[in-house]
């Protein structure tokens, strides 16, 4: 056999070993990004939080399966979603922030395809389901989408999906309570997000101007409360009281700008998803 063919079978074995390995770090990456930016939220296990964030398990592969299923995927993810959606029955209203300047091509593509493939949903892709790859990623980012324009997609993907529109009100909260989350907050929170809430010590994120708009603005409170009980304090996340976190909740609102009433905010996401952030 001639060295020309020895070396041509020794590079198809060297890239056939190569592609599981590339494979596995896809989804190391994949896994990485979604514990980082998608998992206080969506939950680890992809189940979401009642009333306040939808379910991935079960639910992404049912979107990525309709026409335009792949397209609305990757955009959400890239510009983000504002306005109520029904998902298992269920409705939630809330915003998903815009991940296009934060997320790399090949993260975006990376995290879809962990999700798909986490859970059991790789059991319901469609048949010959491609991944998603970061040449498809940079290509949606050319065309900027608005959170609305994402969110009216959506509603040509899923055309079947009704939606009952809540009787969305201002959020309710006392200046007594918002004092109460004050304390609560230089307890559990001041170390990380500083004492003027974008100067802590130790790199929390900003929870006041843009960035707070940003991320919770288009929202209910229920997404904002219901992202603190789940993630916050870090090295104890949820372990907090429900009504300290309500506490807390009222405390970045006044904060933000948002005017104190006479009733106070309650621990119930359910109520919390009629109190709208959007100004």
Known sequence: MSAGWLACIAGMIALTAMAPNAAAEDA??????FAATCAACHQPD????PDTFPPLAGHAPAIAALPGGRDY???VVLFGQEGPITVNGQTITGAMPAWESVLSDE???DVLNFVLHSWGNDTALPPGFQPFTPAEIALARLKLMTPAEVYALRSQVVPAETTAALAMVPPAFTQE?????HTAY???CQDCHGPNLNDGEFGGAPLTGQYFARHWGNGSVAALYGFMRNKMPPDR???????TYADLTAFLLAKNGYQPVEAELPPDPAAQQHMDLKR
Do not use: E, F, M, S
């Not at 190391?28 to 990004?33: F, I, K, L, V, Y």
């Not at 996340?237 to 009504?243: D, E, S």
């Open 28 to 33: 190391a990456r994949g896994a990485d990004t």
């Open 186 to 188: 230089r307890r559990n």
């Open 107 to 109: 993260q975006i593509a």
């Open 46 to 49: 992809g189940r979401g939080v």
């Open 237 to 243: 996340p949820g372990k907090l009281n429900p009504q």
């Open 177 to 181: 309570q918002a004092d109460r989350g």
């Open 73 to 75: 995927l990757r955009h």
